[in-house]
């Protein structure tokens, strides 16, 4: 019981269209729906291996930065759980009626003590994927540009990490599988997941609300060379990779959307247990952590953000 996984991720952008254009013919996502009412004119994309709605949307706005963010909870009795936890910890939730968000039933909604809108879920309106339940193919025939199958996580800051991380494992059970600490004991960095893979959810320090990136799996190392050879043909700004994770071990490549935003596809990592004990990096070590093979920083990384 209990949150499952991270289900969407809900971003800003000044040019719908253009923002249309990269997500489905580079990144490849499929374009769900365009939809033009209270909550603004948005745009909801999602995965070739993803049955629910969407895993992004995208609102249009002069300004870039993160709506909220959206777990999918594995029951519908999990929101009245999840609602008293995060009331007792003394944080407001907000109920969402079915039929007021496009593509999901009721949800709850809270502010983090990291300034974000989190909202968890577990009624999505099903679309289903591009393969069939029976007797499929591995891949579809049809995709186009990089094409992940799934959406894996999303990096958000914090000006006070370790408050959050305490929010996220005592409200909804969150493990923290790896830390980064500074020169003085602090955390820094925090790594949480639910889905037993290495992260669904990251925080490092930095300005409350803000969005580091928001992360696509690719189900082997090949296919993140492939990326990097069509974000080169797109003219697509890369910031960083293909390169390797210390703190993961995943397989990288980070690059810009033209609006902005940062976005990475990531494979490998290891596969933790609920039992699997949280690794320590510590500052000293920071450069390899984030990035094993250059073991440093390129600058941008730990300073750009949405
Ligand atoms: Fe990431």
Redesign the pocket.
Known sequence: MGVLRLAHVSIKAPDLDLAAAYYTQVLGLDLVERTNDDNGDRIFLKCWDERDHHCLAIRYDPRVGIDRFTFKAEFEDDLDEIENRVTRYGVAVERVAKGEEVGQGESIRFATPSGHEMEVVNDVVKVGGRLPLRNPTPVPQDLVGIAPPRI????IHAEEVPEMVHFMQTTMGFHLTEQLLSGEGHQMGAFLQRSGRP?DI?IVQGPNGGLH?V?FWLDDWDHVRRAADLLAFHGVSIDIGPTR?GI?R?N?IYFFDPMGTRN?V?TGGYRPDPDFPTITWTEDNMGRAIFYYEWKDNGRFLTVHT
């Open positions: 894996d996580h999303l990096l992260h990251a990136h992360s994770h993961t995943g990288t990475e990531f």
